[in-house]
């Protein structure tokens, strides 16, 4: 029999043609066998739900059905019938199976139970064919496509920017050097120091931090545009929040100031967040039951207060509050928690660099709603950033979510030529390899803004995930780059 066309499951499962003949094709996720029936679910990826198949021994010999195992990949021909059992519509009633790809039972790792999250992260290259990570990705998918939809409905044009780098953009000189010199006997300079003109680029060379350096180069030209790159950090925390490799989002708008900055912001993360619950419903429905199933096992004062969806209309339905880093910190000084000492780091003066504890604080306990804070002191943020007439301040502006902390940090960038070379020198940015960042302050400067958006952060928050390191396929992260 010549086989059928391939329909995936998430068109099947919702058919009722019934008596229709089509063709599916996945990877068996359980079987269970009763008298005379034995039921299969299949799931190609396409949708969280899994496609009943029904396998009548006097029609599928007992030599296939017996080679069929959790993992298998299965071709199945046959009819669309409607389903007795709870949970489904429809099922496959099969009329010929083949079997694509055999797992052995004996080494397939996944098992038709739950796995810790920790021992999927060892099987990366098979947690795919769980339904966690067949939902996240999903989401993924659905966020990246209504980012780009965001910002090419405003009329954003998307830039490329480089992957390799010979700037430190953030200034803060966590980058990962890209090198083709021997190791072991690199050429060297008379006084000893490693010969850099000998490298691929004549030069040291770095994976990027950030394209915003780039990106601002392009907006002073075509007004509005965004990156949307991986971005490399060699810092060394191994928190739940921070990868190696991360994909950001960074808007660069020319004619913004700070507050067109934070409305677009707003604007940005409101739109995603209802785009998920717009398109992702199955799999957000799944991931929140996921999620309150884990909740129950937590101690009681350990249990986050709001259930997914919830959480996602929590950002929707409320302004985010705008406030300034001496306001933050004057709320953080005299709140309960300070005094009690319950914070790890203490809020004992202006100037200190806030923590994911304080910034948490804000959003969860006091404002109860997502907070920008702005204008924070200019010893803690990069050199960029536009100087507020006090001197001591920068135009700064970080977005705090629940859950998450910090999800975006952008500014008002400092588009006069003579306040930005004054913050290179304080900050020991060489300004000979940035001239070409400098001239654009030369010639046509305007004022301008952006930001980053941290995808897996995004990520994070969308699913109510929580280790970052689960929502990123193949997570970076110290002493981790297997798959
Ligand atoms: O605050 P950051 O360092 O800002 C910049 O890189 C600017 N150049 C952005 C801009 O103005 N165009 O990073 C921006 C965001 C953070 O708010 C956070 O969401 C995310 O990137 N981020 C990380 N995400 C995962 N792992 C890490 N190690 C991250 N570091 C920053
Ligand atoms: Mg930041």
Excluded at 3 to 26: H, P, Y
Aim: hydrophobic share 35%.
């Amino acid at each position: 029999m010549e086989s059928l066309k391939r329909t995936k499951i998430r068109d099947l499962i919702q058919s009722e043609e019934w008596g229709k003949e089509v063709t599916a094709k996945g990877w068996v996720r359980t079987k269970r066998e009763s008298k005379n029936v034995v039921f299969i679910t299949l799931n190609d990826g396409s949708t969280i739900h899994n496609l009943q198949v029904v396998l009548d021994a006097e029609v599928i010999r007992e030599e296939v059905i017996s080679r069929i195992h959790s993992g298998a990949a299965l071709s199945v021909t046959g009819e669309i019938v409607r389903s007795l059992g709870a949970g489904q519509n429809m099922e496959l009633k099969a009329h010929e199976v083949e079997i694509l790809g055999e797992a052995n039972p004996d080494e397939y790792p996944l098992q038709p139970k739950k796995h810790s999250l920790e021992f999927l992260r060892e099987i990366a290259h098979l947690r795919f064919r769980t339904s966690t990570f067949g939902a996240i990705t999903r989401v993924r998918h659905s966020m990246i496509f209504a980012i780009h939809k965001f910002f090419n409905d405003k009329g954003f044009y998307n830039i490329h920017t480089p992957i390799i780098t010979a700037s430190d953009a953030e200034g803060a000189g966590e980058m990962f050097r890209v090198t083709i010199l021997d190791p072991v006997n690199p050429p060297r300079k008379e006084d000893g120091a490693v010969d850099y003109s000998h490298d691929f680029f004549g030069r040291p060379t770095n994976l990027t931090v950030s394209g915003q350096l780039e990106a601002e180069l392009a907006a002073l030209s075509m007004s509005d545009v965004y990156t949307f790159g991986p971005t490399f950090r060699a810092e060394n925390s191994n928190t739940s929040r921070h990868l190696a490799e991360f994909w950001m989002i960074e808007p660069e708008m020319a004619f913004y100031d700070i507050h067109d900055n934070m409305d677009l912001a707003e604007e940005m993360l409101k739109f995603l967040v209802q785009y998920a619950l717009d398109h992702c419903r199955d799999d957000l429905e799944f991931l929140s039951k996921r999620q309150q199933e884990e909740e129950r096992q937590k101690k009681v004062e350990d249990r986050s207060p709001m259930e997914l969806r919830e959480k996602l209309m929590f950002v929707l339905d409320n302004a985010f509050e705008r406030i300034t880093y001496t306001e933050a910190i004057d709320v953080l000084q005299n709140s309960p928690y300070n005094r009690k000492n319950r914070f790890q780091f203490p809020v004992n003066r202006w100037g200190i660099d806030l923590q994911s504890e304080h910034e948490r604080y804000l959003v969860e306990k006091h404002y109860r709603t997502p907070v920008i804070i702005t204008d924070y002191p200019k010893q803690i943020k990069a050199f960029y950033m536009k100087v507020n007439d006090d001197d001591r301040t920068v135009r700064a502006l970080d977005v705090l979510f629940p859950q998450i902390g910090e999800i975006i940090g952008g500014s008002q960038r400092e588009e006069r030529l003579d306040v930005l070379l004054r913050r290179m020198k304080e900050m020991n940015i060489p300004e000979k390899e940035m001239w070409w960042y400098l001239e654009t302050r030369k010639f046509g400067t305007v004022p301008h803004s952006g930001f980053g958006l941290g995808f897996e952060r995004l990520m994070l928050f969308i699913t109510g995930m929580g280790n970052i390191r689960d929502v990123i396929p193949f997570p970076r992260t110290p002493q981790n780059a297997e798959f």
